[in-house]
């Protein structure tokens, strides 16, 4: 069973991928009375529909999820118009450490996505404690980054993005570093087909991408974020060994320690199974770090006793 925390927006696109898909039997849980019982129901009604043999439950308890070998954590408090994903830091800090604690407790062996911002200081949060091995716990974020990206490439060069390889590593925020040197088009370098103009648009297009989602709907993204935990949940359920930025605890790779930065991983049944390294130019690497100091900033804010 696949569990999702938090049946709002983001908890509930990631429901409809993963049963379309018919990945797995789908349980919603949210601390909201009715809410996940109703999603539950509205979207049973739509698989009965389509003819998916998958079932989707709601609960308000979290004893409910024991058994899960994937658990999805959308829950926190959203970023709102003209906000940062780093001013999050503390509310979501403390939904984030009582949601860990009973994961560890429920469902100790499930693999852990979360997409709760700041996303890369959240999964620090979760990692630490839950104390669960850091190869469980990882955070969505590079796959929506990168697919950002891709569609902004994609669109320039009118093209499928389905020949497109974005790769954005560092913070999931105002400082994630997309490179377009490690970005390929049909297996060529970006360079190849767009100058550097329409590079650094592509660049500002990306890191500006969520923000511009609010402004012009007033609240954050869901379907993109649904999308992808369907894409990485499934690599995990069926072993798949495919490659994803994620964020993940480091400890060595990159040199770090201690941190938890969006790198590429492979994913399997097991979870993180490998850290893939990339070689970084001198220039990269400068900005990669300053993409990681502001995870560690970030990072810093959080209270110590969410960490416990």
């Known amino acids: 069973m696949i569990t999702i925390i938090g049946a709002g927006k983001v908890g509930t696109a990631a429901a409809i991928y993963i049963t379309y898909e018919e990945l797995d039997d789908v349980l919603l849980i949210d ?27 709601g609960s308000n308890d979290f004893r409910d999820m024991a058994g899960s070998d994937i658990v999805l954590v959308t829950a926190g408090f959203p970023r709102g118009p003209g906000m940062t994903r780093e001013q999050l830091v503390e509310k979501n800090a403390e939904v984030v450490r009582d949601i860990a604690k009973k994961v560890a407790e429920y469902a100790p062996n499930a693999s852990v996505i979360l997409t709760t911002n ?14 669960m ?7 969505f974020s590079g796959v929506l980054d990168s697919g950002r990206m891709r ?8 093209v ?3 020949v497109v390889d974005a790769v954005v ?51 954050s993204s869901s379907y993109g974020p649904g999308a992808g935990l369907m894409l ?12 994803f930025l994620t964020s993940v605890c480091l400890d060595g790779e990159y040199g770090l320690h201690d941190i938890c930065v969006n790198v590429p991983a492979i994913l399997g049944r097991n979870g993180v199974e490998k850290i893939i390294e990339y070689d970084l130019t001198p220039e990269e690497r400068k900005l990669f770090e300053e993409s990681v100091k502001a995870i560690r900033e970030n ?5 110590p006793k969410y960490l416990e």
């Open 118 to 131: 700041p996303l890369d200081s959240m999964v620090y949060v979760f990692y630490k404690a839950s104390k």
């Open 133 to 139: 091995p850091r190869y469980k716990v990882m955070g």
């Open 299 to 303: 990072v810093a804010q959080v209270p």
């Open 169 to 219: 590593i560092g913070q999931h925020g105002e400082k994630m570093f997309p490179v377009p040197r490690l970005s390929r088009v049909a297996g060529a370098p970006l360079e190849k087909f767009l100058g550097s103009e329409d590079i650094k648009k592509v660049v500002e297009d990306t890191i500006k991408a969520g923000a511009k989602i609010i402004e012009l709907r007033g609240y």
């Open 151 to 158: 569609y902004y490439i994609a669109s320039r060069l009118k």
């Open 232 to 243: 990485m949940a499934k690599a995990i359920k069926k072993d798949e060994k495919k490659m």
């Open 31 to 57: 601390v909201i009375q009715g809410r996940p019982q109703g999603e539950a129901l509205d979207l049973s009604h739509a698989l009965s529909i389509l003819g998916k043999s998958v079932r989707v439950y």
């Open 160 to 162: 499928s993005p389905a």
